[in-house]
Structure formats: structure tokens, C-alpha cells
């Protein structure tokens, strides 16, 4: 079987994408004024541009929100909703756009927000911050979002598990964060590669340079890190013993000892999955042979 290329995650560099051709990326930018030159530019290089993620420190009402971003994929990072009455003068055209909205657990009022926005028809999602995470509340948000029998737009992650979820494998969310190494690889301006934003943050490189992206699957790195999940295993006890390990597969062991409330939400998680899956079986159409 072919081995599939990597979609390429780097902060927005006029010369890096100058040096790229035939590649699926994702670009990040803070800056709501390039939207479009960096279309342009990743196209004229016949690339592909998988997604456009703007990173916002303000919030989500003060995004100026353009009818030309229509077709645009974009993930738009904020700290916050901002002023309601703001946020809904914009509301029909945030619903035109292939936009996903991700507010901060660091801030709690938005696991109210991300209530209000799906409820709107905005698709949105959590971003975690590991600092602080108040469990209790993002148990009630997924509780909203896989259960809720009222219509609503889609809440990540848990749409990304409850869709992807088999009881037999592990189930990597942070695809939908652009962190997944099996899928996604991160860049920077002088082609350093690491397998996700925290490595390349920290110079945590598994390789250099444009040319050995065909042989990735072959770097002793990359390889070691698709089995870093083992080293859990070899602890008396901890995230591997909890009973949701396939799909957190100890993404918050570091805070685990001093905010140990990810054990329950995890298993609530996959229950929620596994009704969903549940029924999805029930309702399952039957199939036909075709002529």
C-alpha cells in the first residue's frame, strides 16, 4: 500500500510556500489582511491548501468577517465571543463560510459560548489549554453535543471521536488540532521538520529540509514516534490502566495529578461514542447490490 504524504502545517512565510509545489498544507497567520494573497500565493504554486488557520487574540465578534472568504477552509482560534449583539449582526455570514470557530477551555464562559454558537448553526470547537481545564464543564459540553436530540451545528472534538470511534483501534483527535504525526507534520521557515506544534515550538526537529519528506516513513524519529504511546505501558500505573486510554492515549498525563477529573470525562467520551455508534447501526439503511 502507498504510503500517504503528509499535509504540511507552517506559520505563513512568502518564501517557504515560494518553495513548495504539488503539496497539501495548512497555513497559519494571525493576520485577517492576508487571507487572500495567501490563497493566491499557495495556489499559484500548485498547492493545496487543506486549511487557513487564524489565530486571534481578541474575540470572535471583532473578527472582520468577509462574504469573500466563502469556499475559504479556515479554523479561526479566539479567546472569547466578545459582545452577543456584535457576534449576531455577523451571524448569517459566518453560517456561508467553511469556517470552524475554536474558543479557549481557559476561559470558562466559553464552554457556555460554544453552547450558543452550535445552537446557532456555527460549527465551533474547544482548544484546550492543559493549564487549567474544568472538566466538569467540558463534560457538559460534550454531553450537548452528543446527545442533544435539538438541532445544532457540529462541536469538536467529540464529533471528530464519535464519527471515527471503533471500539478495536485508538482514536487520535488531535487531527482536528493539526497535531496527528500520521497525518499532519509541522515546518518552519528554514525546513525544519517536527512531528507536531509543541516539538516545533521547543526545536524538537526529527529531520531537515524539503527533500526528505519521501522518506519520512523511513526516519528512525518519525517511526519511534508512532509507537510512543508503548512507554505508558511500562508504568505501574496511570493513563494507561484508564479505561478511555484509546482515545485519550494520555494526552494530559503532565496535569493528571493536580486536575485528575480527564479520567471520568474520558469514559464518558467514549460511552457517548459508543451510543452514537450504537445508533448509527440501528438506522443503517439497507444496501442493495447495483446493476
Known amino acids: 500500500m502507498r504510503e500517504r504524504e503528509h499535509i504540511l502545517v507552517f506559520h505563513f512565510d512568502e518564501n517557504l510556500v515560494n518553495r513548495l509545489h504539488n503539496k497539501r498544507v495548512v497555513v497559519i497567520t494571525s493576520d485577517f489582511e492576508k487571507v487572500h494573497h495567501i490563497c493566491k500565493l499557495v495556489n499559484d504554486r500548485h498547492n493545496s491548501l487543506h486549511c487557513l488557520v487564524i489565530h486571534h487574540k481578541g474575540s470572535l465578534a471583532s473578527i472582520p468577517?468577509?462574504?469573500?472568504?466563502?469556499?475559504?477552509?479556515?479554523?479561526?482560534?479566539?479567546?472569547?465571543?466578545?459582545?452577543?449583539?456584535?457576534?449576531?449582526?455577523?451571524?448569517?455570514?459566518?453560517?456561508?463560510?467553511?469556517?470552524?470557530?475554536?474558543?479557549?477551555?481557559?476561559?470558562?464562559?466559553?464552554?457556555?459560548?460554544?453552547?450558543?454558537?452550535?445552537?446557532?448553526?456555527?460549527?465551533?470547537?474547544?482548544?484546550?489549554?492543559?493549564?487549567?481545564?474544568?472538566?466538569?464543564?467540558?463534560?457538559?459540553?460534550?454531553?450537548?453535543?452528543?446527545?442533544?436530540?435539538?438541532?445544532?451545528?457540529?462541536?469538536?472534538?467529540?464529533?471528530?471521536?464519535?464519527?471515527?470511534?471503533?471500539?478495536?483501534?485508538?482514536?487520535?483527535?488531535?487531527?482536528?488540532?493539526?497535531?496527528?504525526?500520521?497525518?499532519?507534520?509541522?515546518?518552519?521557515?528554514?525546513?525544519?521538520?517536527?512531528?507536531?506544534?509543541?516539538?516545533?515550538?521547543?526545536?524538537?526537529?526529527?529531520?531537515?529540509?524539503?527533500?526528505?519528506?519521501?522518506?519520512?516513513?523511513?526516519?528512525?524519529?518519525?517511526?519511534?514516534?508512532?509507537?510512543?504511546?508503548q512507554s505508558f505501558f511500562l508504568k505501574e500505573n496511570g493513563c494507561a490502566y484508564c479505561q478511555a486510554w484509546r482515545i485519550c492515549l494520555g494526552k494530559f498525563s503532565e496535569s493528571y495529578d493536580k486536575n485528575p477529573g480527564c479520567r471520568q470525562f474520558f469514559i464518558d467520551l467514549m460511552e457517548g461514542a459508543d451510543h452514537f455508534r450504537a445508533l448509527q447501526h440501528k438506522n443503517k439503511r439497507k444496501e442493495l447490490w447495483q446493476p
Not at 207 to 219: F, S, T
Request: aromatic share 14%.
Open 65 to 229: 468577517f468577509n462574504e469573500n472568504w466563502r469556499g475559504i477552509p479556515m479554523a479561526i482560534f479566539a479567546n472569547e465571543m466578545g459582545p452577543f449583539k456584535e457576534m449576531m449582526a455577523k451571524l448569517q455570514l459566518m453560517r456561508s463560510l467553511s469556517t470552524r470557530i475554536f474558543l479557549s477551555s481557559a476561559n470558562k464562559a466559553n464552554f457556555t459560548n460554544l453552547h450558543i454558537l452550535a445552537s446557532l448553526g456555527i460549527d465551533c470547537g474547544i482548544s484546550f489549554d492543559e493549564n487549567n481545564i474544568d472538566w466538569e464543564a467540558m463534560n457538559d459540553l460534550m454531553t450537548y453535543a452528543v446527545y442533544s436530540k435539538v438541532n445544532h451545528a457540529s462541536v469538536e472534538p467529540f464529533q471528530f471521536v464519535t464519527q471515527a470511534y471503533e471500539p478495536s483501534r485508538f482514536t487520535e483527535f488531535s487531527s482536528v488540532y493539526f497535531d496527528n504525526p500520521q497525518t499532519y507534520l509541522h515546518i518552519d521557515k528554514d525546513e525544519n521538520i517536527a512531528l507536531n506544534s509543541k516539538d516545533l515550538k521547543q526545536g524538537n526537529f526529527i529531520a531537515k529540509g524539503l527533500d526528505v519528506l519521501p522518506g519520512i516513513y523511513g526516519n528512525e524519529k518519525f517511526v519511534e514516534s508512532l509507537h510512543a504511546w
